[in-house]
């Protein structure tokens, strides 16, 4: 595949990254926003950065876009969901906004245990992860729909 520099329109990020946030206005002026989100993530205050984190649907739940629903999968079972609601309540308390993880092909059991061990971090770690996460998506679901699309 080739990596050329994209512009990418505010709408097409508001798709990758879950919703139209400050970071994805000043990321839709870059050259290469993927290549740059992190380092413009890095940048924002901090209330900038959770209003990014805080627009991706939290794990589990029904709500959020068609390509949240397909990576998070139909893994229903009642004790794991119930499980990941409590969980996710009890990481928002502790650190002021949501839990971001990519997916990445695994169960919903999966990601409880991933949330669990996250939630013994400290709040800086947890929100240089989240970070990374959050820009990990993007750049998977713009693969996919490069190749998709047959543009890669």
């Known amino acids: 595949?080739?990596?050329?520099?994209?512009?990418?329109?505010?709408d097409e990020?508001?798709?990758?990254?879950?919703?139209?946030?400050?970071?994805?206005?000043r990321l839709a002026g870059r050259e290469n926003p993927l290549a740059e989100a992190r380092a413009l993530l890095r940048s924002l205050q901090e209330?900038?950065?959770?209003?990014?984190?805080?627009?991706?649907?939290?794990?589990?739940?029904?709500?959020?876009?068609?390509?949240s629903s397909r990576e998070q999968g139909g893994d229903e079972d009642p004790q794991v969901l119930?499980?990941?609601?409590?969980?996710?309540?009890a990481y928002e308390e502790k650190f002021g906004f949501r839990f971001v993880v990519f997916v990445n092909q695994r169960s919903k059991a999966q990601i409880l245990r991933v949330l669990k061990q996250r939630l013994t971090r400290?709040?800086?770690?947890?929100?240089?992860?989240?970070?990374?996460?959050?820009?990990?998506?993007?750049?998977?679901?713009?693969?996919r729909h490069l190749s998709a699309t047959g543009l890669e």
Not at 47 to 67: F, V
Not at 82 to 89: H, I, T, V, Y
Not at 122 to 143: C, G, K, P, S
């Open 1 to 10: 595949m080739h990596d050329l520099p994209r512009q990418l329109t505010v």
């Open 13 to 25: 990020l508001a798709i990758l990254f879950e919703g139209r946030t400050r970071f994805v206005e």
């Open 47 to 67: 209330d900038e950065q959770t209003e990014t984190l805080n627009a991706h649907p939290r794990i589990g739940e029904r709500a959020g876009s068609a390509a």
């Open 82 to 89: 119930a499980e990941l609601a409590r969980l996710n309540r």
């Open 122 to 143: 400290t709040r800086a770690e947890e929100l240089e992860t989240a970070l990374d996460e959050l820009v990990a998506i993007a750049e998977d679901r713009h693969r």
